[in-house]
């Protein structure tokens, strides 16, 4: 009778583990989704996102040609398929919105550590070199720096990664001057460990979870801003696609070919969801103040 009690308790606590946490699984599916169809564009993508048929041009979703090509998604102006060049251009996307935040991470995750374990002048200049950079906000920096360095998808990284960094140095930092007053820090102090070591061991480790939660938060931020340099034309340039320029693309079109410019803004609002809900989710299940209640 004990294992049906247990494995009925088991599926109860499943259940409200569920409930508890639907946005948070919904949230991983979109996100699934998305990354799962950026990686399979290859096999996905019904035709070459590069391909042109100025004969098939601004046709709407679900248009065929009859030679077994289907525009699901339909055609854009000068004939190329929608749905192939949104498979595609989602991995760009990816690509830099990924790269960006590991990049910034580390940067900012390094810095942090230093600052809020070594303290002393160190700490000054690094805290004062934030402050500095969060004072210009992001959107206007990136411009101006993608504007300087010229748009390319390397410059776009780079520019990404330099000026995100700010926000996890602070939290790492607040978490540090926290964690050093603990007494597992005091105990390895008295056990002689070096100090690299216990920054390396038992530091580093308990700022994985907010720098997890922000990491998420910071991907949708990252997929909004490129679309939204795409769409000013400081993005990666045509015609390799990406979800900002294929909204710029059918900018001038908005009235007579909705779909060039709907289908971009669909995938882009369920990244940035799906991301929002899933760190969202993440900072709850982290957070033992939540266990607790």
Not at 47 to 58: C, H, K, N, V
Request: net charge positive; glycine share 10%.
């Amino acid at each position: 009778m004990v294992p049906a009690v247990t494995g009925r308790a088991s599926r109860v606590v499943s259940r409200r583990w569920i409930g508890r946490h639907r946005r948070t699984l919904l949230g991983a599916a979109l996100v699934v989704a998305v990354i799962v169809s950026a990686i399979g564009a290859g096999w996905l993508a019904p035709r070459d996102p590069l391909a042109q048929e100025i004969l098939a041009r601004l046709q709407p979703p679900g248009w065929s040609d009859g030679d077994g090509w289907t525009a699901w998604l339909g055609t854009d102006h000068v004939g190329r398929d929608i749905l192939s060049r949104l498979l595609y251009g989602g991995r760009i996307s990816l690509l830099i919105s990924l790269t960006s935040v590991a990049g910034s991470l580390a940067i900012g995750l390094v810095l942090g550590l230093v600052a809020g374990f070594y303290g002393g002048s160190l700490e000054t200049l690094i805290m004062r070199l934030t402050d500095l950079q969060l004072a210009f906000p992001f959107i206007l920096l990136a411009l101006a720096i993608v504007a300087l360095l010229g748009p390319s998808l390397v410059n776009i990284v780079v520019v990404f990664t330099v000026t995100s960094w700010p926000i996890y140095a602070r939290v790492v930092r607040g978490s540090v001057l926290a964690l050093k007053q603990q007494d597992f820090v005091t105990a390895a102090r008295a056990l002689g460990r070096a100090e690299w070591g216990i920054l390396a061991r038992h530091v580093a480790p308990n700022t994985v979870a907010p720098l997890t939660v922000i990491a998420f938060f910071e991907i949708a931020r990252m997929i909004i801003t490129e679309a939204a340099l795409g769409f000013l034309g400081l993005g990666v340039q045509p015609p390799t696609a990406t979800w900002g320029n294929m909204l710029a693309d059918g900018r001038d079109y908005i009235r007579d070919a909705w779909w060039l410019s709907a289908f971009p803004g669909l995938a882009i609002m369920v990244m940035a969801a799906g991301v929002n809900l899933l760190g969202d989710g993440l900072r709850d299940i982290l957070d033992p103040r939540h266990h607790a209640s």
